[in-house]
């Protein structure tokens, strides 16, 4: 997937030539490159063809130098996402300690491109000037892939292990807490339960703010029911605890009152699932944990930080992905290639990047990480801000953001959320990103409420 910025394949050309069109369209070439980079993965696996595992890096790549360009032949100023110059700092210092350490800039250049992957996806819908109308549109547009999804989940429900079949080993069937674990369109069910766990709370967050209707209902009983199917804890807390967090910004009684009616009523009927769930975990993370893989990278990351002070690793030496198929000294020394979910010749591999933090920690260093931390707290805030504010739109976007973020730090224990190529990132960062653009478009002292805003786009008049 990413190795195409080490060796470009030829097979690109193609691609970027039937995209070159959308460079005059770019809101339908922000759509294609969030359609990439949320299913480019799964359309590897199933189909076999590279050139689908490097088309969101290639599209991600188009997309921000379309809307820069347009941007700046229209003699308008850039518009900046809040954060840029702590997310700069950490950038320089990753690249730096990368250079100290021996790691050849290629590999570490396209390292820090895979890991800002989600940030240049919002910079470019940054500057898009978008408007009420068009942000019905995406919200129609986003409502339609999210019924797309909650019908693959439909479609690995009833095809069982047969679904997985299709996946080429990038999925698995199983079952946990008594019912089948689903990955739906998204193949491995940790990716797919975090990603419609965002679903769900920009749709609910969305009812909340502009009424409900019947839309709402089908698409947070589809995604809440993918999100149970995926059977991830991480998602089902971070939905629950982003919920309640909806809720009480939002002041609504109703949804407060049904989360104290229906919680118990839950944790009744479900309570075996829970302990199993509770038992499952304390396995993991307790009595497994000193050997367990993810546990080992955490672990490891202060170390790696340590040992470089006050630098890191580099880009590609630890926790990223180009870390390990450009199998990195780091991993070498410490002994990976002998641990089970850290290294291919004992069978599995995919722990190496199977959490967020060892990435931010152990590559830029701790002064890195520092910055790293800083340049999303500036990303919460914004929306925070925003989510104050009396304009609706902005209201839904910021608070949506905010929720989204709980789930996100939950879910990256486990994912690569907030730096990295994770699916999650397409709602998590596409909110920011069309948030930022909205107010940079919006006239000054405008902040007029809108009554109502439907999931599908009013016709133009």
Request: with cysteine.
């Amino acid at each position: 997937m990413a190795l195409a910025f080490v060796s470009p394949p030829l097979a690109l050309a193609p691609l970027l030539v039937l995209a070159l069109p959308l460079m005059f369209r770019l809101k339908a070439l922000a759509a294609v490159t969030a359609l990439a980079m949320l299913f480019g993965t799964s359309a590897q696996a199933v189909t076999q063809s590279a050139i689908l595992g490097y088309a969101d890096e290639a599209l991600i790549a188009l997309f921000v130098g379309a809307a820069v360009v347009s941007r700046v032949g229209s003699k308008r100023r850039l518009v900046m996402l809040p954060g840029m110059l702590p997310l700069g700092i950490f950038v320089a210092l990753g690249l730096v300690s990368g250079l100290v350490g021996g790691v050849s800039f290629p590999l570490g250049a396209a390292s820090a491109f895979i890991a800002l992957k989600g940030w240049l996806f919002a910079l470019g819908l940054a500057q898009i000037a978008w408007d009420r109308a068009g942000i019905r549109q995406a919200t129609w547009f986003a409502g339609i892939v999210l019924a797309v999804a909650i019908a693959g989940t439909l479609a690995n429900l009833a095809l069982g292990p047969r679904w997985a079949d299709l996946w080429n080993g990038a999925a698995n069937y199983h079952t946990r807490w008594g019912l089948p674990a689903l990955g739906g369109l998204f193949g491995p069910q940790l990716v797919a339960g975090n990603v419609m766990a965002c679903a769900f709370l920009l749709v609910l967050v969305h009812a909340l703010t502009f009424g409900w209707s019947a839309r709402h209902a089908f698409l947070l009983v589809g995604s809440g029911a993918s999100v149970a199917l995926s059977g991830r804890r991480t998602a089902a807390v971070g939905l629950a605890l982003g919920s309640v967090w909806a809720g009480l910004r939002t002041r609504r009684a109703s949804t407060l009152l049904q989360v104290v009616l229906v919680a118990p009523l839950v944790v009744i009927l479900g309570w075996s699932t829970i302990t199993e769930a509770v038992e499952n975990a304390f396995s993991d993370y307790v009595e497994r944990g000193a050997t367990a893989a993810r546990t080992i990278m955490h672990t490891d990351m202060w170390s790696v930080a340590s040992s470089h002070f006050p630098l890191g690793a580099g880009f590609g030496r630890f926790g990223s992905f180009l870390a390990g198929q450009d199998y990195s000294p780091e991993y070498i020394a410490r002994g990976y290639l002998n641990i089970w979910g850290l290294s291919k010749v004992r069978g599995n591999d995919t722990f190496l990047t199977d959490t967020q933090w060892p990435m931010i920690i152990g590559e830029p260093g701790y002064i890195g990480a520092v910055f790293a931390i800083i340049a999303l707290g500036c990303l919460v805030v914004a929306a925070w801000r925003a989510a104050g504010s009396g304009d609706p739109v902005a209201r839904w976007l910021g608070l949506s953001f905010v929720v989204m973020t709980i789930l996100a730090a939950i879910a990256s224990y486990a994912l690569p959320v907030f730096f990295g190529g994770s699916p999650i990132q397409v709602p998590y960062y596409g909110a920011i990103g069309i948030l930022v653009g909205y107010l940079a478009s919006r006239p000054i002292g405008d902040a007029t409420p809108e009554p109502t805003m439907a999931i599908r786009p009013s016709r133009a008049r």
